[in-house]
Nanobody, 125 residues
Framework: QVQLVESGGGLVQAGDSLRLSCVASDDTFSTYTVAWFRQAPGMEREFVAAHRHTTRSTHYADSVKGRFTISRDNSKNTVYLQMNSLKPEDTGMYYC??????????????????WGQGTQVAVSS
């Protein structure tokens, strides 16, 4: 069982930046695909970004492409989400997750085994 703990959320203004962190309890985490999802009140959980261990490639939702960057530091069992040029539409609970999804299903939450408790991000106008 891999435990994930997110941090770094907060209340910011539109245009600001924020960096989220996710720390894993097990170093085997470094061999998994890692991803960030978010969920606004009353909405479905949606994919934000993923990093594939096997290819060292990154993938982003169209809504955040060019503004967000996912990265990882395996020596610290940590994955990051750097969020720039934040918009009110980015508001929501952000979750990190890990698993071994196939490439065609990277954006599907059901493909991920382990989830953190989430960290809240609120962006005001």
């Amino acid at each position: 069982q891999v435990q994930l703990v997110e941090s770094g959320g907060g209340l910011v203004q539109a245009g600001d930046s924020l960096r989220l962190s996710c720390v894993a309890s097990d170093d085997t985490f470094s061999t998994y695909t890692v991803a960030w999802f978010r969920q606004a009140p009353g909405m479905e959980r949606e994919f934000v970004a993923a990093h594939r261990h096997t290819t060292r490639s990154t993938h982003y939702a169209d809504s955040v492409k060019g503004r967000f960057t996912i990265s990882r530091d395996n020596s610290k069992n940590t994955v990051y989400l750097q969020m720039n040029s934040l918009k009110p539409e980015d508001t929501g609970m952000y979750y990190c997750a890990s698993g071994r999804p196939i490439l065609s299903a990277l954006q599907s939450s059901s493909m991920y085994y382990y989830w953190g408790q989430g960290t809240q991000v609120a962006v005001s106008s």
